[in-house]
């Protein structure tokens, strides 16, 4: 069973979230946005929402975002979807968003919230993007709060 963040959401007030989110596989990609969009805004969590073709131009677009001082987000929450097929193409996609996300975030020190799912079936895809109990957008959103303010203190005590 998948574990996400079942509390009120609160603590966002004065946070600034940006959501990066692929196209492609939309409604899928769309249940994770509208439930992590849902939670940050109950929170009190200043959102911006940008989107992107699909999964493996998240990282550029997240660069960008985070490159800009004055629009510098806490937290960045990067949502797709891959379908894993046959061949190793979605590995290949998976493991370079995951890479480069890691590093962004390391050369950063901001956050990148990775739900760039692989997905295996239909089932799978329900469970995780459109299921209100179990929607990794709601788990994206929970750990970009909770990032976004321990950094912030972590920042203010230095």
Known sequence: MLQIHTTTPSGGTGLRIAIV??????????????????????AGASIEVVRVPGAFEIPVAAASLVGVEARKPDAVICLGVIWQGETDHAQQIGGAVTNALMDLQMKTGVPC????????SEEQARARCLSAETNRGVEAAG????????????????
């Open 113 to 120: 919230i990775h739900e760039v799912l692989t997905i295996r």
């Open 143 to 158: 750990t970009a709060l909770e990032m976004g303010r321990l950094l912030r203190e972590l920042s203010a005590s230095r």
């Open 21 to 42: 989110a692929a196209k492609y596989n939309e409604i899928y990609v769309n249940g994770m946005v509208d439930a992590a969009v849902a939670y940050l805004r109950t």
